[in-house]
C-alpha cells in the first residue's frame, strides 16, 4: 500500500530501492505530523494520557536489551496521536513508520543512540505534561530529526558494502 514492495519476476515480492529524494521527503512529513501530535496533546492532555505515555516509557527504560525498542517507540508516538484525537494523523504514521522500516530493514541502530531517543522521549513527555506547547514541539522537531539522522547515519554505514535489498523468504 506504501509502494514498499516491488515484484520480483518469478520470485515473489522484495523491498524496493528507496531514492535520497524519497527518504528526505518521508522525513520531512514524519516531521510534521509528530510536531502536529506533540502541539495538539501538550493543549488537551488529561491525567490519564499522560499515564499511558509514561506507562510506555516505564517498559522502554526496562528494556535494557532493546529488545523491542522500535515496538516500544512506534507505540509511544501512535498513541500519542490516539490520544490527541488525530486518529487520521495516528494512521498516516503508521504508514510512514511503515516506509521508514522497510528503508532500514537489516540495519542495525547502536544501543546508546536507542538510549538517547528514550532519554528524549521523556522530555517530549515532560514538556507535555507541563502543557508547553512551544518546548513540546521544540523537542519533538529535534527527536525526530536525531532519530531520522541515527537511521540515514545506520543505512549509510550498512550499505557502504553494497545494496540492502533482499528478496522475502
Known amino acids: 500500500r506504501e509502494g514498499v514492495m516491488v515484484a520480483a519476476h518469478r520470485r515473489g515480492?522484495?523491498?524496493?530501492?528507496?531514492t535520497t529524494a524519497e527518504i528526505h521527503e518521508v522525513a520531512a512529513v514524519h516531521e510534521q505530523l509528530e510536531v502536529l501530535v506533540a502541539r495538539t496533546l501538550a493543549a488537551s492532555r488529561t491525567p490519564e494520557d499522560l499515564?499511558?505515555?509514561a506507562d510506555i516509557?516505564?517498559?522502554q527504560d526496562e528494556d535494557t536489551e532493546a529488545k523491542c525498542i522500535f515496538a516500544l517507540d512506534e507505540e509511544f508516538h501512535l498513541t500519542g496521536a490516539v490520544l490527541a484525537g488525530l486518529h487520521r494523523t495516528r494512521d498516516l504514521l503508521a504508514g510512514l513508520r511503515s516506509?521508514?522500516?522497510?528503508?532500514?530493514?537489516g540495519v542495525v541502530v547502536p544501543p546508546e543512540m536507542s538510549a538517547l531517543r528514550v532519554a528524549e522521549h521523556h522530555q517530549i513527555l515532560n514538556a507535555i505534561a507541563a502543557g508547553d506547547r512551544r518546548e513540546a514541539v521544540r523537542l519533538m522537531r529535534a527527536h525526530v530529526r536525531a532519530s531520522e539522522q541515527t537511521f540515514l547515519d545506520a543505512l549509510q554505514a550498512a550499505t557502504a558494502t553494497g545494496p540492502m535489498i533482499k528478496p522475502l523468504n
Do not use: G, P, Q, S
Not at 515480492?13 to 528507496?18: D, K, L, Q, S, V
Not at 516506509?99 to 530493514?105: E, G, L, N
Open 13 to 18: 515480492y522484495r523491498i524496493r530501492e528507496f
Open 51 to 53: 499515564d499511558r505515555l
Open 57 to 59: 516509557l516505564r517498559r
Open 99 to 105: 516506509v521508514r522500516a522497510a528503508i532500514i530493514a
